[in-house]
């Protein structure tokens, strides 16, 4: 009978242990709210200066660098030591 009551007092510990274990887990927790990310601050380009582009002589507005002919009016043509591009479409006229 000794050896029933000790595996009996060993099954009422680990039913104990057991029941302790359950009480020593936090109950369920709020979930926790994530931080709110920063919104991005939009750069300042600066404007366009095209007023740079043309020259006014008497009563007539003169252009000072070519049209891109694939973009059309409004768009120009960057000047380099040997060809004209266009910064938006990448058309390419070669000085000769």
């Known amino acids: 009978m ?3 009551k000790t ?3 060993k099954e009422l510990e680990e039913i104990a242990t057991e029941s ?3 009480e020593e887990t936090p109950e369920e927790a709020e979930p926790v709210a994530k931080p709110h990310k920063e919104r991005q ?5 600066p404007s366009t200066q095209v007023w ?3 020259k006014i002589e008497g ?3 003169k252009k000072l660098k070519k049209d891109c002919p694939r ?8 000047e380099h030591h040997d060809r004209d591009t266009c ?3 990448g058309y390419t006229q070669f000085k000769q």
């Open 7 to 9: 595996t009996e007092s």
């Open 52 to 54: 740079k582009f043309y």
């Open 59 to 61: 009563d007539q507005l």
């Open 41 to 45: 601050v939009k750069k300042i380009k």
């Open 2 to 4: 000794s050896k029933e």
């Open 71 to 78: 973009c059309g009016k409004g768009v120009f043509l960057s």
């Open 87 to 89: 910064g938006k479409c």
């Open 20 to 22: 302790e274990k359950i």
